[in-house]
């Protein structure tokens, strides 16, 4: 069965570290990975999916992934946070069949203090 | 260009109600998804769309919740007799296409209280 993880619920940085929220992910096909935020009382936004090819992916925000087909995961990056990346950080995925249900992780909780 | 837009925003329902949730997708998007979204949880698929066509619909957790999609773009999901456990965020996603690397963007949700 396709399955998500995000082992942290809440992750902590101080503004202008990096930060990195984890995911990790099972599925009996190829993946098709994507990161999503949600601000307070708004919709899903999407940042940045994996489909194939390089391994680094880059999106919207500074914000980066890291596809490790190794160890089924997709952390998200970024090398500076500021205090308006403040937000809930979703993962997801799909696998490469015929399956259009996206299967969500349960939302990592980000905090930047100033 | 305008976002996918959901109304109500906030619903709120005695139990044994009807309510009915619209969906707005983003003008020319074929595929259009329904999640339900508990507090503190992520989104749950519900049901997905294809143009006017349901292709899925393995995620409705019962008979009383029903979508529509007649014309292709508007949708409405409808849930007869409402229960408590039907609080939740009801999420709506649309797609440019039906390729299964199409990203999705969300509209707002409704937030769906049952008393």
């Known amino acids: 069965a396709q399955s998500v993880a995000q082992p942290e619920d809440q992750v902590n940085v101080a503004e202008g570290n990096p930060l990195t929220v984890k995911c990790t992910y099972s599925?009996?096909?190829?993946?098709?990975l994507f990161w999503y935020v949600q601000y307070p009382n708004r919709g899903l936004q999407f940042l940045l999916k994996?489909?194939?090819?390089d391994n680094l992916v880059k999106g919207s925000y500074g914000f980066e992934a890291e596809f490790n087909k190794s160890q089924t995961s997709f952390h998200l990056k970024k090398p500076s946070a500021l205090v308006s990346d403040s937000a809930l950080y979703f993962c997801?995925?799909?696998?490469?069949?015929?399956?259009?249900?996206?299967?969500w992780g349960a939302g990592t909780k980000l905090i930047i203090k100033p | 260009g305008a976002g996918v837009s959901q109304s109500p925003r906030y619903k709120v329902a005695k139990r044994g109600q009807d309510v009915a949730l619209r969906c707005d997708p983003i003008?020319?998007?074929?595929?259009l998804f329904w999640y339900q979204q508990a507090l503190g949880q992520g989104p749950e698929f519900l049901t997905y769309?294809?143009?006017?066509?349901?292709?899925?619909k393995s995620g409705l957790p019962s008979d009383r919740f029903f979508a529509e999609r007649p014309e292709g773009s508007v949708s409405t999901l409808k849930i007869q007799r409402t229960q408590q456990e039907d609080s939740a965020v009801y999420l709506c996603?649309?797609?440019?296409?039906?390729?299964?690397?199409?990203?999705?963007?969300f509209g707002p949700g409704t937030r769906l209280l049952v008393l």
């Open positions: 997801a995925v799909r696998d490469g069949g015929s399956n259009y249900q996206l299967i």
């Open positions: 994996y489909i194939t090819g």
């Open positions: 996603a649309s797609s440019l296409g039906g390729g299964i690397q199409e990203t999705q963007y």
């Open positions: 003008s020319g998007h074929v595929s």
């Open positions: 599925v009996s096909g190829n993946p098709y």
């Open positions: 769309f294809q143009n006017e066509a349901q292709l899925d």
